[in-house]
Nanobody, 123 residues
Framework: QVQLVESGGGLVQAGGSLRVSCAAS????????MGWLRQAPGKEREFVAS????????YYADSVKGRFTISRDNSKNVVYLQMNSLKAEDTAVYYC????????????????WGQGTQVTVSS
């Protein structure tokens, strides 16, 4: 079992910044890739960013490259998503996810999910 707990969501003005966090607990030794997915009303759930836990390799959706940064804290089992230059289009529920597949860099078919946190960007 792996538990994921998100924090940091909220309301922010367009052009502003927000950082969301995801803390992992339980059988974290089985986690190779962690990251974020998001879903806006009426849209499919989409990949945002991911990071390989041990190596630190990062992967981003084209829509967030240059604006979002994913990072990790190995000692605390926490992954962060720093979101800068936020746009109204970034408004969505953001989900933390973890995979035991080292090649699941786009977080497909993940086993573990967080509860989701709402990020709203006003304009």
């Amino acid at each position: 079992q792996v538990q994921l707990v998100e924090s940091g969501g909220g309301l922010v003005q367009a052009g502003g910044s927000l950082r969301v966090s995801c803390a992992a607990s339980g059988r974290t030794f089985s986690t190779y890739v962690m990251g974020w997915l998001r879903q806006a009303p009426g849209k499919e759930r989409e990949f945002v960013a991911s990071i390989r836990w041990s190596g630190g390799n990062t992967y981003y959706a084209d829509s967030v490259k240059g604006r979002f940064t994913i990072s990790r804290d190995n000692s605390k089992n926490v992954v962060y998503l720093q979101m800068n230059s936020l746009k109204a289009e970034d408004t969505a529920v953001y989900y933390c996810a973890a995979s035991d597949n080292i090649f699941a860099t786009s977080l497909k078919n993940v086993k573990y999910w967080g509860q989701g946190t709402q990020v709203t960007v006003s304009s």
